[in-house]
């Protein structure tokens, strides 16, 4: 009898998958650095970040889902929202980040306003990493509510074989 195939992959190393998350990762995260800054062209800094992380967030999450930790489908609610605790984590930092940039510089230019964001997004993502990896995507754990069914157990009945006696008797537990 075949058995239908499961969508559920092995799940890589953690040298694997921090490999494909940085490649994963990093490239919707260099890709939002460059949306937030032509985006903060129009409206306000935090906004154009608010905006750009929502979508990096779920655009990645389905990419972290099917590539980097291996689950073998689509992202499910629960991941999602999860990941967007993480995210919105690394929105605070990034926020941190640029508002002591500010501070400290009065007019910084567009490469170190780059540097700055990538820098911060970075450390976050080393942050997100272990998130993702230890509680969104962790294998070990049962994905549904269901109880946990122990055994009763019981003393065991011992019944041995009436012929031969000695050592070389029948026993089997009953």
Do not use: K
Not at 17 to 42: E, I, K, Q, T, Y
Not at 45 to 71: D, M, Y
């Amino acid at each position: 009898m075949d058995r239908a195939p499961t969508r559920q992959q092995a799940a890589p190393g953690a040298m694997a998958a921090f490999a494909r998350f940085v490649l994963c990762g990093g490239g919707v995260g260099l890709a939002s650095s460059f949306a937030v800054a032509a985006l903060a062209a129009w409206i306000s800094w935090p906004l154009a970040n608010a905006l750009v992380t929502v979508a990096s967030t779920l655009l990645a999450t389905e990419l972290h889902a099917r590539f980097t930790f291996g689950a073998g489908g689509r992202a499910t609610w629960r991941q999602h929202m999860q990941s967007a605790g993480s995210a919105a984590a690394a929105y605070a930092v990034t926020c941190v980040a640029m508002f002591v940039l500010q501070q400290l510089v009065a007019a910084p230019g567009a490469l170190l306003q780059q540097l700055v964001y990538l820098s911060a997004s970075s450390l976050a993502g080393l942050a997100r990493f272990a998130v993702l990896r230890l509680v969104v995507f962790a294998r070990n754990r049962s994905q549904g509510a269901a109880p946990v069914r122990t055994a009763r157990t019981e003393p065991a009945t011992v019944a041995c074989a009436a012929a031969p006696a000695g050592p070389t008797a029948l026993c089997r537990a009953a």
